[in-house]
């Protein structure tokens, strides 16, 4: 009985120092060539559950890009994903785990401003850059040492281009409609103050529980003071309920919606008649970007879907991160990688539209602007992007771009 | 607030009392013969919804088949539950099978996660427009779901008060030491009333993916509703339980046209301890003294 | 690479301190609150609220732990005259109320934009990076402090009528003891744990929103002292660092299990989960690390 113990116990050994070796052996060449490690943060499950995975496919998508044109100065990525669940709690030690143990560099893919905000101490503490999709306005207050980056507009300039499409389409009487969730709260504020300054009146203004499986009531209030336009701030499963509820009423309205939520996928889900003549409000990007098309189809391939704006955002932060990366040379610390993300985005270079292009001109000395996928990213004083808006309509079921409008913060 | 605005409400309220009125009967039912406020429910609910939007897929087309084998799917986990877990806990405390309910509850939600991801289904079938008498408005999908509900509980009624295996299921209910004594079998009251508690979540969990989205959370988040419901209408007596989630989900609905939509769930606290305290046995329960 | 097991560690303390009030609620008293995410949230804003507005940390917390044992009390007053599953309801929708009641009211609470810029235990005391540390040393202390304090209780005559009265209350009430007393006192104390346990987390994490208050935080407090065992404090230590271990740990199964996406994972993690706590309740129904065999109520 005791010799099968011991064979086991040296094929053990055996293995075991094999493994060893092989180490041994792996670590100079890991040494050699350096990586840069990313660490992506998405909501996996929880409330973000619709995006975050999908976030997620994204980086994916230009971590392999950026690999594959021989990484950023020299360096590759590893990317280590964890999963918020969209809860702060949660995040802080997802978070901590990728600080501490994975020692990234970076941190993409931050959805909920509550986990944005949540995490900002940790992070810069630990002189991490972090790239996030986080709209309330605290984000900016609390960059308090210019690490954090936003890619999605803040609600402050959501709600304030929600008032002046609703301006410029002639409507007179607009109600408000909203999720109840800091982002969507604070873009029906923005809303009712840009929209108030300007003389108007906000006929309704209900923020409702989310997770609810019927909407008529607080739609119904919404609906009876006869508005012609809805300022509807919303997700899509409850976009949806509401959606289909108002259709049901018969009631002549129309909606201004986020882009994220007002897309061919709602269309998917409510049928071409229901969604006909909603007016979608997204960063503009898009698809008139190379950046945009060559990322829809590379997205496409894997997730069988067209991307969101916010998967669109995730590829931008990646793809910015490695040309910042590129631009600061392979000695560069945290700081110095930091430094040059205002660099590789901003007014003055040469407008690029992926990361191997930008690249080759950086190793020529030029300077670049990268142009995204989910706007041409311009980065403000606090790290706040301010794009253009595309206004689309939704007719027999496509988005149809209408016109773009200049993003700007309240007066 | 005008009157047609509140008999909105409240067509609305009924609606939706209609529909959680079925797992509320499963709730109810559970408590008075196996005796634990049954946490699974809403997961059993998500499950009927998530089944009927794959049948539809699978079989193509009819909704009213869907539904059915949806109803079938749950009748089943909630027999195979009882089998392995309820059954084998009957002895125990009441709290016992509440906690394994939880893990239950647990268990079905992320298996079905895990085949059919966080993003949200729809259940296919055609908008249609609500008839509009004058500002009162009704839907004829809410309905045939109003239909279907009705059916479901005559059916169940029917066989509770007027079949010999209603009766044994009522004895067992007033006292099971006393129907074991009469020499009631409990074993096959027992399937009987984990198959009709599967079946009727299963139901309600398929209009309520017809009327709304379909969601991992969409049974787990109305658990709190539907056992207040239940208690205002008095634990453990099915015509209650269905008087009782109406009565609450109108009320939601028009206090939601007076306080914020966010206060709904505050009322429904509020409703609970004001009946708890002036009449404890609910709407139609019989006293119930401490346990 | 110590400051993630230093903020494990937290978390598990943090757990721990609720789900020792909640062991003597029900593991001594059999009271069965399904609310207690409740008071942990009334603890952690009303010591961030306080100490946003000036008032020292130290004062703060104890405020949060006072006013969480307040709260407590009229849920007594009101539901301990009924069995427990009315407790269990009446609980759950108190926590749900407190939840809706901090997201609507922005005047106090800025509602779901949440309280930002919390002021740090022991900021500007200790150097930056020793925080954590001296937050997780505090932690130790109070949770000792708790333990101690819910032994010597449980050891006193009003403890022993505690656990007369989950035994048989009948008889305790035959005595002459009003057992409803005892509850709520029983309700109040282990709430006032819990509205510490919330004052410390939020000078923490420095940013509380409500969306932190869900129930699933109840849950998880049951299913840890549900895994260790109900009625032994050890069982209390052990379920709390195997579920919250758990939780972390399984973070470190996705870099061994590549080819399962990160959502399929998450179902993974909550149906093992459910599926231990089915396992534990049919087949070690005194817990993984209990030793009393369970009661009959």
């Not at chain 1, 890991?30 to 980086?59: C, D, H």
């Amino acid at each position: 009985m005791r010799q099968p113990y011991d064979l086991s116990r040296r094929g053990f050994l055996i293995s075991g120092t094999a493994a060893a070796t092989l180490g041994a052996l792996q670590a100079p060449v890991l040494a050699q060539e350096k990586v840069f490690r990313l660490g992506a943060l998405n909501s996996i499950t929880g409330i973000g559950g619709p995006y975050g995975p999908y976030m997620l496919e994204a980086i994916k998508i230009a971590v392999n890009e950026v690999n594959e044109a021989g990484g950023a100065a020299g360096r590759k990525f590893q990317l280590f994903a964890e999963d918020d669940q969209t809860k702060p709690e949660a995040a802080v030690l997802a978070v901590k785990k990728l600080v501490e143990i994975n020692k990234v560099e970076a941190v993409v893919g931050i959805w909920p401003s509550s986990v944005g905000l949540a995490t900002m101490p940790i992070t810069n503490d630990a002189n991490v850059i972090t790239m996030n999709t986080c709209g309330a306005p605290e984000m900016l207050t609390e960059n308090k040492k210019g690490l954090a980056w936003m890619f999605q507009a803040s609600n402050a300039i959501f709600g304030n281009a929600f008032a002046e499409v609703a301006r410029q389409r002639g409507f007179k009487r607009p109600a408000v409609m909203a999720f109840n969730n800091s982002t969507f709260v604070g873009q029906a504020n923005y809303f009712k103050n840009a929209w108030e300054s300007g003389g108007g009146k906000v006929e309704a203004f209900v923020i409702y529980e989310p997770n609810q499986s019927s909407y008529r009531t607080e739609l119904a209030r919404v609906l009876a003071t006869k508005p012609d336009v809805i300022s509807l701030s919303a997700y899509r499963p409850d976009a949806t309920i509401i959606l289909k509820e108002w259709f049901q009423t018969g009631q002549d309205c129309k909606f201004i919606m986020p882009g994220w939520t007002a897309n061919e996928d709602l269309v998917k889900a409510l049928g071409k008649e229901a969604t006909e003549g909603l007016i979608s409000i997204s960063n503009v990007a898009a698809d008139k970007h190379e950046a945009y098309k060559r990322f829809a189809a590379a997205f496409r391939k894997v997730a069988k879907r067209e991307p969101d704006i916010f998967a669109a955002q995730s590829y931008d932060m990646v793809i910015t991160l490695a040309l910042a990366l590129e631009a600061a040379g392979p000695q560069a610390d945290v700081a110095g990688v930091n430094g040059k993300i205002r660099s590789v985005t901003g007014v003055g270079g040469t407008r690029v539209n992926g990361f191997a292009e930008g690249r080759d001109l950086l190793r020529k000395g030029e300077k670049v602007d990268y142009e995204g996928a989910s706007s041409r990213l311009d980065f403000g004083k606090h790290g706040e992007t301010v794009p253009d808006f595309g206004v689309s309509d939704i007719r027999d079921g496509k988005l149809v771009l209408k016109e773009t409008i200049p993003g700007k913060l309240p007066a | 607030m005008d009157l047609i605005s509140i008999a909105n409400a409240v067509i609305n309220g009924v609606v939706i009392g209609m529909l959680l009125a079925l797992p509320a009967l499963a709730i109810t039912l559970v408590f008075g013969i196996a005796r634990f406020p049954n946490a699974a429910t809403g997961d059993y609910m998500t499950l009927g919804a998530y089944t009927t939007m794959a049948s539809q897929l699978v079989l193509g087309g009819s909704i009213v088949a869907a539904v059915l084998a949806a109803m079938t799917a749950t009748a089943a986990i909630s027999l195979l539950m009882y089998f392995w877990v309820f059954r084998a806990l009957s002895e125990r405390s009441h709290v016992s099978r509440l906690i394994a309910s939880i893990g239950v509850a647990f268990a079905v939600r992320s298996t079905i996660t895990f085949f059919a991801g966080q993003d949200q289904y729809v259940i296919d079938v055609p908008l249609v427009r609500a008839w509009n008498f004058g500002g009162l408005r009704i839907l004829p999908t809410d309905l045939y779901i109003v239909g279907a509900a009705l059916t479901a509980l005559f059916v169940v009624f029917f066989i509770m008060y007027l079949t010999p295996t209603g009766r044994r299921m009522r004895a067992i209910a007033d006292s099971a030491e006393l129907a074991a004594a009469s020499g009631i079998r409990a074993r096959r009251v027992m399937i009987f009333l984990w198959t009709i508690a599967g079946a009727f979540c299963g139901l309600g969990g398929a209009l309520l993916g017809i009327k709304a989205v379909v969601l991992p959370e969409l049974g787990w988040e109305l658990l709190m509703p539907m056992f207040a419901g239940v208690i205002l209408g008095g634990i453990g007596s099915p015509v209650g339980a269905v008087l009782g989630i109406v009565t609450f989900s109108i009320a939601q609905e028009v206090a939601s046209l007076y306080v914020g939509p966010a206060y709904k769930i505050v009322l429904a606290f509020f409703i609970l301890l004001v009946v708890l305290l002036l009449r404890p046995q609910g709407m139609l329960g019989r006293p119930i003294a401490a346990r | 690479m110590e400051g993630y097991f230093i903020a494990i560690a937290i978390s598990v303390l943090v757990y721990l301190l609720m789900a020792s009030g909640l062991a003597l609620q029900y593991g001594f008293t059999g009271l069965v609150n399904f609310g207690h995410v409740g008071f942990f949230a009334i603890g952690s804003y009303a010591s961030a609220l306080l100490a946003l507005k000036g008032v020292p940390v130290p004062v703060s917390l104890a405020a949060a732990a006072l006013l969480a044992a307040l709260a407590a009390y009229p849920i007594g007053i009101i539901a301990l005259r009924l069995g427990g599953d009315y407790l269990a309801i009446v609980t759950l929708g108190f926590s749900e109320a407190v939840r809706m009641t901090l997201q609507t009211e922005e005047w106090l609470t800025r509602g779901m934009h949440g309280l930002p810029g919390i002021p740090r235990l022991f900021a500007g005391w200790v150097e930056p990076r020793y925080i954590d540390l001296c937050i997780l040393l505090l932690l130790v202390v109070v949770c000792v402090a708790v333990f101690f304090a819910i032994h010597q209780i449980i050891k006193s005559p009003f403890g022993r009528v505690i656990e007369a009265i989950r035994d048989n209350e009948v008889a305790v009430r035959a005595l002459g003891k009003n057992p409803a007393q005892f509850k709520t006192r029983s309700l109040m104390i282990g709430a006032g744990i819990a509205g510490l346990a919330g004052g410390l987390q939020a000078h923490y994490l420095t940013f509380i929103s409500p969306e932190q208050y869900v129930p699933l935080i109840t849950f998880y407090i049951w299913i840890a002292i549900v895994l260790g065992g109900v009625g032994s404090l050890r069982g209390v230590v052990m379920g709390t660092v195997l579920l919250v271990g758990f939780l972390e740990g399984s973070r470190f199964l996705r870099d061994i299990f590549t080819g399962i996406s990160e959502v399929q994972l998450a179902s993974v993690r909550i149906w093992i989960i459910g599926m231990a706590l089915i396992c534990v309740v049919l087949y070690r129904p005194q817990g993984l690390f209990g030793k009393s065999a369970e009661r009959k109520h």
